[in-house]
């Protein structure tokens, strides 16, 4: 009888491990090492295709001054890509261009999925040339395990503010005339959109707790 007890204190305990190594939130990188770009070689809903988002994951948008980041709710502004007449309750520009710079610089923009349902993103610069020409894409947000307790327990640092001209201040190296080979570097393409423990650790802790303090006062 004490066997089977510690069999299932056992099974019950890798069950709860297991839980916290299969839920956690996500970091996708945009478009993989072509990043956030005018490139003919990706599109960018086909991309998005590839991937379940849930609230609270991050969208990694690798990019530089010359492209902006606009993430709207608002399918007629995505249609037109154009977010000038824009309400504030529905569209940001996390990141926005500077048409004039003649040495673009890289900037990394991460963007948190908070909102359930269909979200579109695009840059609107030159006046939604870049939007029109495919850089663009609209995704599914599902419910997934809902958003971090507080903004505090984010996986990835917040990105510009709408209307913001300064980059982010997480900079990347970036090229976009040479861009990597996707299937050279499986390794950081892995690393990007890995699991992000963090944000449901504290949750899965105090469960292991609870089941510890169980397990002792049953025995």
């Given at each position: ?77 995505y249609k037109l890509c154009d977010d000038a007449d824009a309400a504030d309750n529905d569209t ?128």
């Amino acid at each position: 009888m004490g066997g089977d007890k510690t069999i299932v204190a056992v099974v019950g305990l890798c069950v709860i491990l297991g839980m916290s190594v299969a839920e956690g939130y996500r970091n996708y990188t945009v478009g993989d090492d072509f990043g956030w770009s005018e490139n003919p070689k990706l599109d960018y809903q086909t991309w998005a295709a590839n991937y379940t988002f849930s609230l609270g994951d991050f969208l990694i948008f690798n990019t530089d001054n010359n492209h902006s980041v606009v993430q709207t709710y608002n399918s007629t502004i995505y249609k037109l890509c154009d977010d000038a007449d824009a309400a504030d309750n529905d569209t940001i520009e996390w990141s926005s261009a500077d048409p004039s710079s003649t040495a673009p610089h890289p900037v990394s923009v991460p963007v948190q999925l908070r909102k359930v349902g269909t979200t579109y993103f695009f840059s609107g610069d030159y006046d939604g040339e870049q939007c029109r020409s495919g850089q663009r894409m609209m995704i599914n947000v599902t419910y997934g395990q809902g958003l971090p307790w507080s903004p505090d327990d984010s996986p990835a640092p917040v990105g510009a503010q709408s209307g913001d001209d300064a980059a982010p201040e997480t900079i990347v190296p970036y090229n976009f005339d040479h861009p990597r080979d996707i299937g050279d570097d499986d390794d950081e393409n892995v690393a990007s959109n890995s699991v992000v423990f963090w944000p449901c650790f504290a949750a899965h802790l105090n469960l292991l707790l609870l089941f510890v303090v169980g397990f002792l006062f049953y025995f």
